[in-house]
């Protein structure tokens, strides 16, 4: 299906749920202010859902929104969104019963940032940017260039193996595959893991003393739920207010481990991350130990335990003495 | 970096108060003899350690870091101690891969009956942190 039908049947879906009163409000996605961008749209207006987009841009994670929203929501989400919200259902921050979810099989989103690097063109010198399946096609002054879709996706979407949302009440699309051939370009967690330790612990040294500490990675983070977080505490005060890289390091490292088993890698951490800070190496890797250590993905199940709730009677031994 | 000369490293231990602060006090009253390069939190659980406690002893200069607990089946709260080696599982693993030694973070089980186990762990843990460099890990004050 393309993105228009999908689009348009979004819209009427939308609509059936506001007027038959099945949801109070309806989260999806409009067109943004600046050029290709795409924006959250909350409303309780039927008549707003002619506003609701699918196409390539709807980056943001909205499953973030459903913790602060009081009454039942209908949410667009794509795969690893709908993961999200299993997550946040596993964690009782929201009802199974109270969320409509209307699911789109995600083929992968475009990064604006890569487009913009690869064709060294900010992104309102460029025309159109229109995908047909496995390429991309934009258009500079009038003449379409051509790429394969695996330059321009988001990483994180160039690693998904989990397109298709695995909760839904509504299927916008057919089920889909992940990409084949994929390329990930900047985690390097692989390369990192090859370095010796000082070089590591050197390497995250520089990357945060960058960080600002402006706490975007978290606020976008629906894993981060916490109504108070342990930066804001003050008995005891556990990192100091100042971005100083100690500090700075020890919140995303203690963030990451706080979200273990309910981060998903949608990748909303680095993509909002304004010091390019690559965040992503971070989650991936917890991402991955998850896996490794428990066999656990975030979000796959919502009737399962929450990872660091459940247990077994043995596992994960070897280190204790 | 070279050690200083009589150079001996701290280790902060967080020790469940129903195990492992039992065995501690055990190893002490059966004069058991064991470095004294240990510091004791007495936590209600090892259950109750967020990973944080123990980032935030290395930023203070703790060399190393200890958390015991209950052996599986024996906890006072039934499960506070799978919970904790979930957690200590995943944080050792992360914190070494962002460049911390795996040495600086450790588990063990010590029983109520086992003073001469904690006065072993604590001996071990001491040797071991002994072979790493003193933490500098978060020294560089720019």
């Given at each position: 299906m393309?993105?228009?039908?999908?689009q348009?049947?979004?819209?009427?879906?939308?609509?059936?749920?506001?007027?038959?009163?099945?949801?109070?409000?309806?989260?999806?996605?409009?067109?943004?202010s600046?050029?290709?961008?795409?924006?959250?749209?909350?409303?309780?207006?039927?008549?707003?859902?002619?506003?609701?987009?699918?196409?390539?841009?709807?980056?943001?994670?909205?499953?973030?929104?459903?913790?602060?929203?009081?009454?039942?929501v209908?949410?667009?989400?794509?795969?690893?969104?709908s993961?999200?919200?299993?997550?946040?259902?596993?964690?009782?921050?929201?009802?199974?019963?109270?969320?409509?979810?209307?699911?789109?099989?995600?083929?992968?989103?475009?990064?604006?940032?890569?487009?913009?690097?690869?064709?060294?063109?900010?992104?309102?010198e460029?025309?159109?940017?229109?995908?047909?399946?496995?390429?991309?096609?934009?258009?500079?002054?009038?003449?379409?260039?051509?790429?394969?879709?695996?330059?321009?996706?988001?990483?994180?979407?160039?690693?998904?193996?989990?397109?298709?949302?695995?909760?839904?009440?509504?299927?916008?699309?057919?089920?889909?595959?992940?990409?084949?051939?994929?390329?990930?370009?900047?985690?390097?967690?692989?390369?990192?893991?090859?370095?010796?330790?000082?070089?590591r612990?050197?390497?995250?040294?520089?990357?945060?003393?960058?960080?600002?500490?402006?706490?975007?990675c978290?606020?976008?983070?629906?894993?981060?739920?916490?109504?108070?977080?342990?930066?804001?505490?003050?008995?005891?005060?556990?990192?100091?207010?100042?971005?100083?890289?100690?500090?700075?390091?020890?919140?995303?490292?203690?963030?990451n481990?706080?979200?273990?088993?309910?981060?998903?890698?949608?990748?909303?951490?680095?993509?909002?991350?304004?010091?390019?800070?690559?965040?992503?190496?971070?989650?991936?890797?917890?991402?991955?130990?998850?896996?490794?250590?428990f066999?656990?993905?975030?979000?796959?199940?919502?009737?399962?335990?929450?990872?660091?709730?459940?247990?077994?009677?043995?596992?994960?031994?070897?280190?204790?003495? | 970096?070279?050690?200083?000369?009589?150079?001996?490293?701290?280790?902060?231990?967080?020790?469940?108060?129903?195990?492992?602060?039992?065995?501690?006090?055990?190893?002490?009253?059966?004069?058991?003899?064991?470095?004294?390069?240990?510091?004791?939190?007495?936590?209600?659980?090892?259950?109750?350690?967020?990973?944080?406690?123990?980032?935030?002893?290395?930023?203070?200069?703790?060399?190393?870091?200890?958390?015991?607990g209950?052996?599986?089946?024996?906890?006072?709260?039934?499960?506070?101690?799978y919970?904790?080696?979930?957690?200590?599982?995943?944080?050792?693993?992360?914190?070494?891969?962002?460049?911390?030694?795996?040495?600086?973070?450790?588990?063990?089980?010590?029983?109520?009956?086992?003073?001469?186990?904690?006065?072993?762990?604590?001996?071990?843990?001491?040797?071991?942190?002994?072979?790493?460099?003193?933490?500098?890990?978060?020294?560089?004050?720019?």
């Amino acid at each position: 299906m393309k993105n228009n039908e999908i689009q348009q049947r979004l819209r009427q879906e939308a609509k059936t749920l506001l007027e038959q009163g099945q949801v109070e409000y309806i989260v999806g996605y409009e067109t943004g202010s600046l050029k290709f961008t795409t924006t959250p749209l909350l409303t309780k207006n039927k008549d707003d859902t002619d506003r609701l987009i699918v196409n390539p841009f709807i980056v943001n994670n909205l499953s973030v929104y459903l913790t602060e929203i009081k009454g039942k929501v209908g949410i667009v989400a794509k795969g690893c969104d709908s993961r999200s919200v299993v997550s946040l259902i596993q964690d009782n921050k929201i009802a199974r019963e109270d969320i409509v979810i209307m699911g789109i099989p995600c083929p992968g989103l475009i990064d604006l940032k890569k487009v913009e690097l690869l064709l060294s063109k900010d992104r309102d010198e460029l025309g159109n940017i229109t995908r047909d399946e496995d390429r991309v096609v934009i258009t500079i002054d009038g003449k379409g260039r051509d790429f394969p879709i695996t330059e321009v996706l988001f990483d994180n979407c160039l690693e998904c193996q989990i397109p298709t949302p695995q909760e839904y009440d509504i299927l916008l699309g057919e089920p889909t595959t992940p990409i084949s051939g994929n390329v990930s370009k900047r985690t390097n967690i692989k390369e990192l893991e090859a370095t010796p330790r000082e070089e590591r612990w050197n390497f995250w040294k520089e990357e945060f003393s960058r960080c600002i500490r402006c706490y975007a990675c978290r606020n976008v983070c629906p894993a981060c739920f916490c109504q108070r977080c342990f930066v804001e505490e003050s008995e005891p005060q556990w990192i100091l207010p100042t971005p100083k890289w100690q500090d700075n390091l020890i919140f995303q490292v203690i963030r990451n481990i706080h979200v273990a088993g309910r981060c998903t890698d949608c990748g909303e951490c680095e993509r909002v991350c304004p010091m390019n800070i690559p965040l992503r190496s971070l989650t991936r890797k917890m991402y991955e130990i998850v896996d490794e250590l428990f066999q656990y993905k975030a979000g796959m199940d919502k009737n399962a335990l929450p990872l660091l709730t459940a247990y077994e009677p043995t596992e994960a031994e070897d280190f204790i003495r | 970096m070279k050690q200083e000369l009589g150079w001996e490293p701290k280790l902060l231990g967080f020790l469940c108060r129903w195990c492992s602060y039992a065995g501690a006090d055990l190893a002490g009253i059966s004069r058991k003899k064991y470095p004294a390069n240990i510091e004791v939190i007495r936590v209600p659980c090892s259950g109750r350690v967020d990973p944080l406690f123990i980032i935030k002893a290395l930023r203070l200069g703790f060399d190393g870091v200890l958390v015991s607990g209950c052996y599986p089946g024996d906890c006072h709260y039934q499960t506070g101690n799978y919970r904790a080696r979930r957690r200590m599982a995943i944080t050792k693993k992360f914190l070494e891969y962002i460049g911390i030694e795996p040495q600086r973070i450790q588990a063990s089980w010590v029983s109520a009956s086992e003073g001469g186990k904690f006065a072993e762990v604590v001996t071990a843990v001491t040797k071991e942190l002994k072979e790493i460099e003193h933490n500098q890990l978060f020294a560089d004050e720019k």
